[in-house]
């Protein structure tokens, strides 16, 4: 057995000591508030995306709306999995997830949008991603070592935030070439 393993007889008892606590154990690293806190702040961010998705895909018009509103309609459905993804990790580390609509605007890290010409659309949701990619990564890097599931999931969605963000920059050349 290797050295810096625990014998089974303590894992057992540290088990049973804080049962109440389900899966945060002495082995959590990190400050679970915050981390919780943190997540809110990414759950109002994935919301308010969604919002502004939806405001899209229904308002888009002109003549490349089509496809570029059925990109907006994919990405709100890819960003509401997100918010669904935070919110479950919020609740797995005993936290409420925020889905209080006052303060959402002030809570998300994206702003809102309500541009009706379709290239302003497209710039500010390629803004939106560029953001969530870059809080994404400060959280991730802030996370480390100390939360693994959080920093999994998360870095699961930054690449779909990454995605995003390439699908709309090739909208953006589309439309301005």
């Known amino acids: ?50 919002l502004r998705y939806k405001r899209h895909y229904f308002t888009a018009t002109g003549l490349n709306a089509g496809p570029v509103a059925a990109e907006f309609l994919q990405h709100a459905t890819e960003e509401q999995g997100h918010a669904d993804q935070i919110a479950l990790r919020i609740t797995q580390l005993q936290g409420e997830p925020n889905f209080d609509p006052t303060g959402l605007a002030t809570r998300s890290h994206a702003e809102y949008d309500d541009s009706l010409d379709l290239l302003d659309m497209v710039r500010e949701d390629l803004v939106a991603e560029r953001v969530a990619i870059q809080s994404y990564s400060e959280i991730i890097g802030w996370l480390g070592t100390n939360d693994p599931t959080t920093r999994r999931m998360l870095e699961e969605i930054l690449a779909v935030e990454e995605e995003h963000a390439n699908d709309l920059l090739g909208i953006l050349e589309t439309i301005t070439t």
Request: one cysteine or more; proline letters at 2%.
């Open 1 to 50: 057995m290797a050295d810096f393993l625990t014998d089974v007889e303590t894992l057992r008892a540290r088990a049973r000591a804080n049962i109440e606590q389900g899966p945060i154990t002495s082995a959590y690293g990190a400050d679970r508030e915050r981390v919780i806190a943190v997540l809110n702040e990414a759950l109002a961010t994935e919301l308010v995306c969604v």
